[in-house]
């Protein structure tokens, strides 16, 4: 069951599996609520496997929260029951990755240009393409899975998120059409975002 847990969630659920099965049968209702939480983290820490999508995908399960074809922009928001791991949308090589120390307001604000981050730069067939990972009132740390000068394939995983965040992506905008808008429910590797404005992405 474990490998259905993400890397960095895993201790989380293990503790709280082991806790509640130790103080079950002497307090009862100290059990219950270790119970409670272990399947609050199994749900958030849950890690699924995907059928990777076509086009350019998205990096992050969650709801588009703004988009802007000016700046080849597509933003998610990811609340406490989405998926919290982030994939990468397309094939390419990681260039960077900077890690911000910052505020943890909530994930849906504008003052989120403040929080804690990570800045994933990959370099791709249609240029640099940029992943922010940032951090939001609850979530207080991303656990990167990759490295730099690490290929990646799409769909391949970049983190966990723990809990409530919120993911940038940036594209070339002249390379790409983003097919999606504010509101549109997103799946990590699987629904397509962007198309190449030369088909040569599958």
Known sequence: MLRLIAKG??????LGAAVSVLTLPFFVYVGLAFVVLTSFFICVFRDPKREIGKGIVAPADGTVREVDHEKGLVSTYLALRNVHVTRTPIEGVVLRTTHQQGR?????????TDNER????IKTKIG???IV???GAIARRIVPYIREGQNLNKGEKLSLIRFGSRVDLYLPPSSVRILVSKG???HAGVTCIAEVCDGSVE
């Open 9 to 14: 969630g895993r201790k989380f659920v293990g």
């Open 104 to 112: 943890h307001l909530p994930a849906f604000t504008k003052s989120t």
């Open 118 to 121: 990570v800045e994933i730069s």
């Open 128 to 130: 640099e393409v940029s």
């Open 133 to 135: 990972e940032m951090t």
């Open 184 to 186: 549109h429910r997103l």
